[in-house]
């Protein structure tokens, strides 16, 4: 699922370059766009490892409270 605001910044920057420099090569334009996703792709799968990294920090550290309280 790709964010909405993502993609009307894409579109917002394809208007600007069609006025700037006409319409775009439909191959090289389908190339961008592609890259485009798979960037924005990329940096949800990177966004949902630090998810999964913190969540799984956050059970250590938990762990670890209950371990000293055992203790005390």
């Known amino acids: 699922m ?6 009307q910044a ?3 920057d394809v208007q600007v370059q069609v006025e700037q420099q006409g319409v775009p090569d439909p191959v090289e334009y389908d190339y961008q766009l592609q ?13 949902e490892l630090e998810h999964h990294k913190v969540l799984h920090l956050y ?3 938990q762990a670890l409270e209950a371990k000293h309280q055992l203790h005390d």
């Open 10 to 12: 894409l579109l917002q």
């Open 59 to 61: 059970e250590l550290l």
């Open 2 to 7: 790709h964010d909405v605001a993502g993609l």
């Open 35 to 47: 890259q485009a996703f798979e960037q924005q792709e990329l940096q949800q799968e990177q966004d």
